[in-house]
Structures are given as structure tokens and as C-alpha cells.
Nanobody, 118 residues
């Protein structure tokens, strides 16, 4: 298991879209949750969305209907499709996955910056 690598961030206008990707060998090897988090400047890290071990997807209320999390297990890739972006979505976005029979080992990526500005 290794640290995941995120990509796809950038600068967009309000209402725009971005698709973030996260990849790591072994990301899909364990029946554990995988998730996206974000951290805005000067704020605590915030959970955004996750795919639970049973395949159920869960979202932060403020992104419901705008963001979609998906996983391509064959490619050990986790994605976050973000539509109708708002200024308040500006943050560093990071993915997280776990490994081990009890999902006891957690891995975080360095993040990819998303900036929404007019």
C-alpha cells in the first residue's frame, strides 16, 4: 500500500465543473471505505464524500446533487465529479483509503487544489 496521488484540480468559475482522480496500487484491495476530504485555508479538514465497504455512497449535505464519487476498482482509482461549483467549494481536496483486515491502516494523498473564483 502506498500514498495515493490526486490530480484534476484547478481554477474554475462559479458554476463550472472539475473531475478529480486519486490512484494508488492497492486502493481497492480491501473491503474498506474510501473517501474524499477537503481543507479550506484556515479551516479544519472536512469530509466530503465516501464509498462505504458495501458500495453505499454518502455525501456532505452541501455537495449533494452536485458531486458524485465513484471508484474503478480494476484501476485502483477513486474519482470525484464536481458540478455547479461554488466559491465555498474552494479547498485542497485529498483522498483517503484504508488497508488491512480491520481497515486499520489509513493512507492520505497530498491533495489537489480546487479554486472557484469569478
Amino acid at each position: 500500500q502506498v500514498q495515493p496521488v490526486e490530480s484534476g484540480g484547478g481554477l474554475v468559475h462559479p458554476g463550472g465543473s472539475l473531475r478529480l482522480s486519486c490512484t494508488a496500487p492497492g486502493l481497492s484491495s480491501w473491503p474498506c471505505n474510501v473517501a474524499w476530504y477537503r481543507q479550506a485555508a484556515g479551516k479544519e479538514r472536512e469530509w466530503v464524500a465516501q464509498i462505504q465497504f458495501d458500495g453505499v455512497t454518502v455525501y456532505l449535505d452541501s455537495v449533494k446533487g452536485r458531486f458524485a464519487i465513484s471508484q474503478e476498482k480494476a484501476k485502483d482509482t477513486l474519482s470525484l465529479e464536481m458540478n455547479d461549483l461554488k466559491v465555498e467549494d474552494t479547498a485542497m481536496y485529498s483522498c483517503m483509503y484504508s488497508s488491512g483486515s480491520r481497515c486499520q491502516q489509513t493512507y492520505w494523498g497530498q491533495g489537489t487544489q480546487v479554486t472557484v473564483s469569478s
